[in-house]
């Protein structure tokens, strides 16, 4: 299973981007999502995820309101919706996905198997 991230870029303040995450090799559908983020000298941190069944997401704090995840699953693609973006979003971010095919909106980066190369997010002020 191969994950690709991309959609990164630079953008001002305010604007908005959307990250796709194109997922190749699995053979089970639909499937759970995460999207993390890493900033220079920091820990990586969850974004948001969603469940197999898209019936459960989650959002940090920071990003709610703001960030939208979504799934195509047609298109075995997953989506991350950048709203309003803040200089403090700048980051590498990754997508992920975990092997069991019916899993939840998992916030933790052990509980998933599969990783996207990341992309990069830099937001100007």
């Known amino acids: 299973v191969q994950l690709q991230a991309y959609g990164g870029g630079l953008v001002q303040a305010g604007g908005s981007l959307r990250l796709s995450c194109a997922t190749s090799?699995?053979?089970?559908?639909?499937?759970?999502m995460g999207w993390f983020r890493q900033a220079p000298g920091k820990e990586r941190e969850v974004v948001a995820a969603i469940s197999w069944n898209e019936r459960s997401t989650y959002y940090s704090d920071s990003v709610k309101g703001r960030f939208t995840i979504s799934r195509d699953d047609a298109k075995n693609t997953g989506y991350l919706q950048m709203n309003s973006l803040k200089p403090e979003d700048t980051a590498v971010y990754y997508c992920a996905a975990p092997k069991s095919p019916y899993s939840g909106a998992y916030i933790y980066a052990k509980l998933y198997d599969y990783w996207g190369q990341g992309t990069q997010v830099t937001v100007s002020s």
């Open positions: 090799g699995r053979t089970s559908s639909p499937y759970a």
